[in-house]
């Protein structure tokens, strides 16, 4: 019997990820910069009486050249590929006359071909239960100062930088303590205490009337913050200030529908459907929204549309509290968009608060790729076509975002004490991060779900066993960044979201794998 790592490998060395140029798909790989699955170029090619047939030609790490003739010059280099090692790959495509003589250099591409999968039994095991884990990073969260702060002075602290992401950290706050009320009979109070807190300093500071964005909590926020501070820290903020990015809000009305069912406080309700009414009053006609919006007059900053799942989850789980059919519309008619723009076209671009807009593949990301594999397993699992469109996705966000081993040159020369296996966040930021590797491991584990194939749940439980790892065994911490040693130890650019993210994604890994029931 084959080892997973075998089984692997022979999917590396044969399969392709939604190849360019084949039915009409773009080349979403335009400024990708490392593979593990077989890749494809878009080279350009000449016609046949000049060039019957092309040459590729891969230089390996190691000087070794690799050869093989396609027809096309957007051929994948499943010839070559298996005699690759890992490490860094020069490729040249050539056009050869009829005499098979070379005459024209029609590209190069430079990339880093990464290690695939080893087999758990070829990683370190985990430190602790995935339970453990989870409940000790709850804790964690309960126990952190700027927690604590909340129940003290009723407003964020100051010194946390990334208070200034309102909706973002205030509802992954809210949502952790609602989670640890149910874990922790001692501090259960607290918790949703601390949870009413922060809702309602969130609410307090929500844009009233007569701005167009009333009943809205803002992105950024500088109210009862050190600036200095979040200038240093969090320096994007300053710039986008007087905007508002609308897949933002959509956080906000979960941690409030949320608590609703926690406390049965309709105000919370309240809150959450005038969130679901603004965006059902300004939905354009492609089923999405305009990416970036003016604080003051209300109108589009950039013309990029909303292409993230948070605002499907929050109108889904709206949807099913009312049970009404405009929301139901509403939610299917966001989902095609996003089928439309980002799966059929491969275009899963980056948004973050923190990052600047840009155009279609320039900052791919995991986020909505791995948040698609989850929308289809969960609401689409009857549709035999999307399925398969899901299982390819999750070979592209395996290609693209997931280290096994060695990292590209580039990566290791900026943060040689990068750690793996892990998975990236985006183009603009290629590193390892504590909430990527959790979003990508419960992708893993959805798939496993569905189609009971082991190797998904190997992939995930060793994301998983990387976690328990990199979480510090005293103080529950999972660090944001597995850069270096100054972000794992030190906490430098700690973001509390992500570590509550991963804390959740420990949780759903302990299910699967019988630890806890549920």
């Not at 891969?58 to 298996?82: M, R």
């Not at 029609?106 to 884990?133: I, Q, V």
């Not at 609401?379 to 966000?397: G, V």
Request: glycine share 4%.
């Amino acid at each position: 019997m084959k080892s997973y790592a075998e089984i692997a490998l022979q999917e590396y060395n044969t399969l392709s990820v939604h190849p360019g140029g084949v039915n009409g798909n773009p080349f979403w790989n335009v400024n990708s910069s490392q593979f593990t699955f077989v890749p494809a170029f878009s080279f350009p090619s000449l016609p046949n009486e000049l060039a019957p047939e092309f040459l590729f030609t891969a230089t390996d790490e190691n000087g070794v050249i690799h050869t093989f003739k396609a027809k096309k010059t957007s051929a994948p280099l499943t010839p070559i590929w298996a005699e690759i090692p890992t490490g860094l790959v020069n490729l040249k495509v050539e056009a050869l006359n009829s005499e098979g003589e070379p005459t024209y250099l029609l590209g190069a591409r430079t990339f880093f071909k990464c290690d695939y999968f080893p087999g758990r039994e070829n990683l370190p095991g985990k430190a602790r239960s995935y339970k453990e884990a989870a409940e000790l990073a709850f804790k964690y969260v309960f126990e952190q100062p700027m927690i604590q702060h909340w129940l003290e002075h009723g407003k964020p602290d100051p010194e946390f930088p990334h208070n200034v992401y309102p909706s973002k950290t205030f509802s992954s706050i809210i949502c952790a303590m609602i989670t640890y009320s149910k874990l922790s009979s001692e501090n259960a109070k607290q918790a949703l205490d601390i949870a009413k807190i922060v809702a309602d300093y969130m609410l307090s500071i929500t844009y009233k009337e007569p701005s167009t964005l009333c009943g809205l909590p803002p992105t950024y926020c500088f109210d009862n913050l050190n600036t200095e501070k979040v200038n240093q820290i969090a320096p994007a903020a300053e710039g986008y200030k007087d905007t508002i990015m609308t897949i933002y809000p959509a956080s906000a009305g979960l941690a409030y529908l949320e608590l609703f069912e926690a406390t049965s406080d309709k105000k919370y309700f309240d809150a959450a459907k005038t969130i679901a009414n603004y965006y059902k009053d300004t939905v354009l006609p492609n089923g999405s929204w305009y990416l970036q919006i003016s604080k003051t007059s209300g109108l589009p900053v950039k013309f990029n549309y909303c292409a993230h799942f948070g605002i499907l989850s929050f109108l889904n789980a709206f949807s099913k509290t009312t049970n009404e059919t405009i929301w139901k519309n509403l939610v299917e008619n966001y989902f095609q968009y996003l089928k439309k723009t980002c799966l059929d076209k491969y275009n899963f671009e980056g948004q973050f608060e923190d990052s600047p807009v840009t155009e279609n593949y320039y900052n791919l990301t995991n986020i909505s790729a791995s948040n698609m594999v989850k929308y289809i397993v969960d609401n689409k699992s009857d549709d035999a076509q999307l399925i398969d469109a899901a299982t390819e996705l999750m070979r592209f966000i395996e290609d693209q975002f997931v280290v096994w081993g060695e990292f590209a040159p580039w990566i290791k020369k900026a943060n040689p004490e990068v750690c793996s296996p892990a998975g990236l966040e985006q183009y603009f930021c290629y590193w390892p991060i504590d909430a990527s590797t959790s979003n990508i491991m419960t992708a893993f584990l959805k798939m496993y779900s569905l189609t009971k194939n082991r190797l998904y749940y190997e992939k995930a439980a060793a994301l998983g066993d990387m976690l328990t790892r990199m979480q510090d065994p005293k103080s529950g911490v999972i660090p944001t960044f597995w850069t270096s040693k100054k972000n794992i130890e030190e906490l430098e650019n700690f973001w509390i979201n992500c570590h509550i993210f991963s804390a959740n994604s420990l949780f759903e890994l302990a299910k699967i794998s019988k630890e806890v029931e549920g």
